[in-house]
């Protein structure tokens, strides 16, 4: 069964490499996580898992409230161990 993404429109916004900065860190189990993301209809709160992360910031893959999965980088403060 494929993996439904969340559409271009409702993506999360995602911070840019001088932003978020390196060196990037990718671990071999990515820990759950619940971050803050902010998309066009406002911010929200997602479950996820950080795929990678730097001093600055960390890529989440989360699911959205209609279960489809997303990416983006947020700053690290956003983010909480769950």
Same mark, same amino acid.
């Given at each position: 069964?494929? $993996? %439904?993404?969340?559409?271009?429109?409702?993506? &999360?916004?995602?911070?840019?490499? &001088?932003? /978020?900065? %390196?060196?990037? #860190?990718?671990? !071999?189990? +990515?820990?759950? $996580?619940?971050?803050?993301?902010?998309?066009?209809?406002?911010? %929200?709160?997602? !479950?996820?898992?950080?795929?990678?992360? #730097? +001093?600055?910031?960390?890529?989440?893959? /989360?699911? !959205?409230?209609?279960? =489809? %999965?997303?990416?983006?980088?947020?700053? &690290?403060?956003?983010?909480? =161990?769950?």
């Amino acid at each position: 069964m494929a $993996v %439904e993404h969340v559409p271009l429109s409702e993506q &999360a916004h995602s911070l840019g490499p &001088a932003q /978020y900065g %390196e060196p990037v #860190t990718r671990p !071999d189990e +990515p820990p759950p $996580v619940r971050a803050w993301i902010h998309t066009r209809t406002g911010h %929200e709160a997602v !479950d996820g898992v950080a795929v990678a992360w #730097t +001093p600055r910031a960390v890529r989440v893959r /989360y699911t !959205d409230g209609h279960g =489809r %999965e997303g990416f983006a980088w947020v700053w &690290a403060n956003a983010v909480a =161990r769950r």
